[in-house]
């Protein structure tokens, strides 16, 4: 299972470092997602939100070539901001441009990493995405009340525009390992950005404090060393 690949990638003391920002970098595995559209012109794509996941998700996107876009809700300057803009990507904040204005600000997108865990926004800018287009949802939304989605446009747009919709939350050992080989292309092409990424290490003694208390940063990790 997970743990056991785990356990053996732990052993290696250059990689254990690394865990924290493995496991989400892998799986939320966008490599599936251009494998999937083998053989399709991307140029550009978007990711929605700037958290741990967005930011490596931009990473991943800005390492394959894309010109990459972040659309997240604090008006820059901010932490994750500069981050963005330090790896050649843009920061694009909706307090800034409202969705309706996102389409005249970037066009159409080729690829599309939701990782904001919001359905309404997640949506709306699903009816912007391009032709052969794909889609990655990695969020999972909180309970609440329905949102409305014009369905029958939607469907349209998926099937007419030979579009992929897909979901993510597993990784298997191999896309574990490839994340590690992704970490290692950020290291060395970002180093200050991808360690601003884990904006805090506490030791064990401080993880009730981590986990009850209001959480700050970007990436706050529990360090065993």
């Known amino acids: 299972?997970?743990?056991?690949?785990?356990?053996?990638?732990?052993?290696?003391?250059?990689?254990?470092?690394?865990?924290?920002?493995d496991?989400?970098?892998?799986?939320?595995?966008?490599?599936?997602?251009?494998?999937?559209?083998r053989g399709a012109c991307f140029v550009r794509s978007g990711v929605l939100g700037a958290g741990p996941i967005g930011i490596l998700g931009a990473m991943t996107m800005k390492a394959a070539?894309?010109?990459?876009?972040?659309?997240?809700?604090s008006p820059a300057p901010n932490p994750k901001a500069e981050?963005?803009?330090?790896?050649?990507?843009?920061?694009?904040?909706?307090?800034d441009?409202?969705?309706p204005e996102l389409p005249a600000e970037i066009g159409s997108i080729d690829l599309?990493?939701?990782?904001?865990?919001?359905?309404?926004?997640?949506?709306?800018?699903?009816?912007?995405?391009?032709?052969?287009?794909?889609?990655?949802?990695?969020?999972?939304?909180?309970?609440?009340?329905?949102?409305?989605?014009d369905a029958n446009q939607l469907m349209r747009n998926v099937v007419l525009g030979n579009q992929a919709v897909i979901g993510t939350v597993n990784a298997d050992e191999a896309s574990f390992r490839?994340?590690?080989?992704?970490?290692g292309y950020f290291k060395d092409?970002?180093?200050?950005?991808?360690?601003?990424?884990i904006s805090k290490r506490s030791p064990i003694d401080s993880c009730r404090e981590l986990l009850l208390d209001h959480a700050t940063g970007i990436k706050n990790v529990i360090s065993f060393d």
């Open 83 to 95: 981050i963005i803009e330090a790896i050649g990507a843009r920061y694009i904040s909706s307090k």
């Open 189 to 197: 092409h970002w180093p200050e950005a991808i360690g601003a990424v």
């Open 65 to 73: 070539g894309f010109e990459t876009y972040v659309y997240n809700r």
């Open 112 to 149: 599309v990493y939701e990782a904001i865990g919001i359905s309404s926004v997640s949506f709306d800018v699903l009816s912007i995405l391009g032709v052969n287009g794909v889609y990655i949802f990695t969020g999972i939304p909180a309970p609440g009340d329905p949102i409305p989605i």
């Open 23 to 37: 496991e989400p970098l892998a799986v939320r595995p966008a490599r599936h997602a251009l494998a999937a559209r």
């Open 1 to 21: 299972g997970r743990a056991r690949r785990r356990r053996r990638l732990w052993r290696d003391p250059r990689r254990r470092r690394a865990l924290c920002q």
């Open 97 to 99: 441009v409202p969705f």
């Open 178 to 183: 490839a994340a590690i080989r992704d970490l």
